[in-house]
């Protein structure tokens, strides 16, 4: 490869890099004045980033990077979700009732990360269109047990292999080579969230 196409394909990768900062700083609110970084020059690190790795990638670069093609990503198959007619949140609690088992309200609203009054308005709209039922717990009176109906379980699942479905078309017109990298990248990436970014409840 000659020097002035190393040159390019060097631009490139640091234009990329920008782009994907500023529309981080976009997604998640931060400053618009947040300093430039000039084509030929790498990203300070500061101490809570931590050190380059000897490729010279930039973990905060990287993270920035992973960070807006997973909303990307995200927002591209929240588009089926709507086709489907389900919302992000009722699919997401639904998936935790049919993959976890029933279970409280509360517990439902931890797993969620919402408040509890929230959670509770929304298995309420969920129940009237019969995606959920709740009954009073076993053993305790006072606390109410939400469980996915069939008719919830049949909506998640569909509405999952639709996700899938456009993912897969999309990754079939991948090069061979370009697939095997994607796979263990994300083969990476699953034992990262397992070592590394697991926390305990």
């Known amino acids: 490869m000659g020097t002035k196409k190393k040159d390019k394909k060097h631009k490139r990768h ?16 931060a400053p618009e004045t947040a300093p430039r ?16 790795s000897a490729q010279g990638v930039n973990p905060a670069g990287l993270a920035m990077r992973l960070n807006s093609v997973s909303l ?8 089926e979700d709507g086709e ?3 919302t992000g949140e009722r699919l997401s609690a639904l998936s935790v009732l049919v993959y976890g088992g029933p279970r409280t309200l509360g ?27 709740r009954t009073r717990h076993e053993s305790d009176g006072r606390s109410i ?6 008719r919830g379980e049949e909506m998640l ?22 697939a095997a990298t994607l796979s263990s990248a994300t083969e990476i990436l699953e034992q ?3 070592e590394r970014l697991t926390h305990d409840s």
């Open 192 to 194: 990262l969230l397992e």
């Open 145 to 150: 047990v939400v469980r996915a109906t069939p």
């Open 72 to 79: 990307r990503l995200l927002r591209r198959l929240h588009q």
């Open 14 to 29: 640091h234009e990329q890099a920008e782009e994907a900062a500023q529309s981080w700083a976009q997604e998640e609110g």
């Open 107 to 133: 517990k439902l609203a931890e797993a969620e990360g919402v408040a509890p009054p929230t959670m509770t308005r929304l298995v309420a709209a969920m129940e009237r269109i019969g995606l959920v039922e």
């Open 37 to 52: 970084v000039a084509p030929d020059s790498k990203p300070p690190v500061t101490a809570a980033q931590g050190v380059s």
């Open 157 to 178: 699942l569909n509405a999952r292999r639709q996700r899938i479905g456009v993912l897969s078309r999309a990754l079939a017109t991948l090069p061979d080579e370009d």
């Open 84 to 86: 489907s007619g389900m």
